[in-house]
């Protein structure tokens, strides 16, 4: 339990570092730039996305010895892109009430209502995202059972892509 408190406060750091990333990227592309929120809550997310996966990986989750490399990036990209249409929606729908052009005509209040949508999404992304990498990310603990590790899905999704690499040439 001592180990997922602080597995959980680390995540947390790592987040909140991101979603500043994010946030700031995010009020800059739609106050300044006057850009849409989907297409900057889009960009932002990805520049956060690349920051909190480098931490996360080396801060936060333990790699696991039974699933290869290519595999860890592939669940994380997918989940990662399961997190962004969550990201984009919530936003959409936190101004979809505003008439079309509001991001020029009623800017404050487009800018508002994104700030608004994007906190939300963060925390719906946020819990999203710890349980993905928990589940099927992060080591097993050494507490856990040989035989309920070996049975877990994400063992055996590990042990799969250590014997079938896409990259190596086929004979």
């Known amino acids: 339990m001592k180990h997922l408190i602080a597995q959980i406060t680390k995540f947390g750091i790592v987040g909140v570092l991101a979603a500043i990333i994010d946030f700031g990227i995010l009020l800059a592309l739609v106050r300044y730039a006057h850009m ?87 925390i719906v992304v946020a819990i999203w995202n710890f349980i993905i990498r928990k589940v099927f990310l992060d080591a097993p603990s050494s507490t856990k059972s040989a035989g309920r590790q070996q049975r877990s899905i994400s063992h055996r999704i590990g042990m799969w892509s250590l014997n079938h690499d896409p990259f190596s040439p086929h004979e």
């Open 36 to 122: 849409n929120n989907v297409v900057a809550g889009t960009i932002s997310f990805l520049v956060a996305l690349a920051f909190n996966y480098v931490l996360s990986m080396k801060m936060v989750f333990t790699h696991r010895d039974d699933m290869a490399k290519w595999m860890e990036v592939s669940i994380f990209a997918v989940s990662a892109f399961v997190g962004l249409l969550m990201n984009d929606v919530i936003i959409w729908l936190a101004t979809s009430g505003l008439p079309a052009g509001a991001v020029h005509t009623m800017h404050e209040k487009y800018a508002l209502y994104t700030s608004i949508g994007k906190i939300i999404a963060t």
